[in-house]
T-cell receptor, first 112, second 110 residues
Framework: DGGITQSPKYLFRKEGQNVTLSCEQNLNHDAMYWYRQDPGQGLRLIYYSQIVNDFQKGDIAEGYSVSREKKESFPLTVTSAQKNPTAFYLC???????????FGEGSRLTVL | GQQVMQIPQYQHVQEGEDFTTYCNSSTTLSNIQWYKQRPGGHPVFLIQLVKSGEVKKQKRLTFQFGEAKKNSSLHITATQTTDVGTYFCAGHSGNTPLVFGKGTRLSVIA
């Protein structure tokens, strides 16, 4: 089955630790995205990548980093500089030229 | 930058009542998309509207795109408990990434 896999589904970390969230897709999509979802805030764009080895900041990139070394993978690192990292993180992908976003099931990060 | 406003934030309806959520953009959109997120789930694409004044139907759901391509609505006729979730609109303007509204959370009371 084609789709997007995010891991882990749930993650607990201590304040000050960096955390990397995995996102893998086998849809052969060129574009990949990371969104953050907080209650009542909708989806806010963190980073996106339209091609391998290239990525752009979204609206709330501060305290996050990404890489895009392979077409199918777009990991997100939540660094210790992110002041309020507890949130639900969603990865998505899209075929360039098409509109529809396909989402993974999300990773819920709790920082204690 | 581009902003997409969505109202209402919450809506509680009795099963069988109709429901409408509205979306307004600060800029003219190339297209608008709608997504549904069930409680505890992830957003799932419903539809994309591209043309000015476009109306599309999916069973009990009716989607409209405004003539000026700055607003849109989703109307559900005779809601069912399976309609529960949060409905998001998201707009494209030029080559910018999708901008999502904050969503309307629908509760259906049986």
């Amino acid at each position: 089955d084609g789709g997007i896999t995010q891991s882990p589904k749930y993650l607990f970390r201590k304040e000050g630790q960096n955390v990397t969230l995995s996102c893998e897709q086998n849809l052969n999509h060129d574009a990949m995205y990371w969104y953050r979802q907080d209650p009542g805030q909708g989806l806010r764009l963190i980073y996106y990548s339209q091609i391998v080895n290239d990525f752009q900041k979204g609206d709330i990139a501060e305290g996050y980093s990404v890489s895009r070394e392979k077409k199918e993978s777009f990991p997100l690192t939540v660094t210790s500089a992110q002041k309020n990292p507890t949130a639900f993180y969603l990865c998505a992908s899209r075929r360039v030229g098409a509109g529809e976003l396909f989402f993974g099931e999300g990773s819920r990060l709790t920082v204690l | 930058g581009q902003q997409v406003m969505q109202i209402p934030q919450y809506q509680h309806v009795q099963e069988g009542e109709d429901f409408t959520t509205y979306c307004n953009s600060s800029t003219t959109l190339s297209n608008i998309q709608w997504y549904k997120q069930r409680p505890g789930g992830h957003p799932v694409f419903l539809i994309q509207l591209v043309k000015s004044g476009e109306v599309k139907k999916q069973k009990r759901l009716t989607f409209q795109f405004g003539e000026a391509k700055k607003n849109s609505s989703l109307h559900i006729t005779a809601t069912q408990t399976t309609d529960v979730g949060t409905y998001f609109c998201a707009g494209h303007s030029g080559n910018t990434p999708l901008v999502f509204g904050k969503g309307t959370r629908l509760s259906v009371i049986a």
